[in-house]
């Protein structure tokens, strides 16, 4: 059975400063990893995937994860937050091949200070 | 392209009533739709899948007689929630996926529902 796990509920970064959001996963097959982004009272926006193509996989608004079997990990970072970047962070792990299900991680509530 | 719409953004309902958000994807065909709940700072919790033209599939724990789940074309699927109560009260979210696009899902905006 997959599952995911994200390390810390909240972080606390100062504006320019790098971000790191943690995530680890179990699943039995080649896993299908997503990272999003929900900011107060929206849906969720894709920040990025990884689907078995390369390893350091960019994303939107200066976003990248690496892939990292061995470590079974999918980290989330930035290298300089910024104010509109605080929102709430969702790991997410899918391997059923044409299922479309996904298992979600619990959050990472990210706080950007001035 | 990938767009999914949702349909109220907010919704108030007395208690005792029923309340129906329509989601749509509107540039693709979805043969899966899923509908997920959402309470205050909480992760997203899956109620159903459903395929267009079959019943759908709810998770453990959800009742199929209040929220009924129709998806009775490949761009519409609607979540009814029947005699509505306080405790229903939350932020409903729908989802697709799109053939050829396999394992991702496109997300609506959501949908708050409060029941007074």
């Known amino acids: 059975a997959q599952s995911v796990t994200q390390l810390d509920s909240h972080v606390s970064v100062s504006e320019g400063t790098p971000v790191l959001l943690r995530c680890n996963y179990s699943s039995s097959y080649s896993p299908s990893l997503f990272w999003y982004v929900q900011h107060p009272n929206k849906g969720l926006q894709l920040l990025l995937k990884y689907t078995s193509a390369a390893t350091l996989v960019k994303g939107i608004n200066g976003f990248e994860a690496e892939f990292k079997k061995s470590e079974t990990s999918f980290h989330l970072t930035k290298p300089s937050a910024h104010m509109s970047d605080a929102a709430e962070y969702f790991c997410v792990v899918s391997d059923s091949w044409g299922t479309y299900k996904y298992i979600f991680g619990t959050g990472t509530r990210l706080k950007v200070l001035a | 392209g990938a767009v999914v719409s949702q349909h109220p953004s907010r919704v108030i309902c007395k208690s005792g009533t029923s309340v129906k958000i329509e989601c749509r994807s509107l540039?693709?065909?979805?043969?899966?739709m899923f509908w997920y709940r959402q309470f205050p700072k909480q992760s997203l919790m899956l109620m159903a899948t459903s395929n267009e033209g079959s019943k759908a599939t709810y998770e453990q724990g959800v009742e199929k007689d209040k929220f009924l789940i129709n998806h009775a074309s490949l761009t519409l699927s609607t979540l009814t929630v029947t005699s509505a109560h306080p405790e229903d009260s939350s932020f409903y979210i729908c989802s697709a996926g799109a053939s050829g696009r396999a394992n991702e899902q496109f997300f609506g905006p959501g949908t708050r529902l409060t029941v007074l």
């Open positions: 540039d693709f065909q979805a043969t899966t």
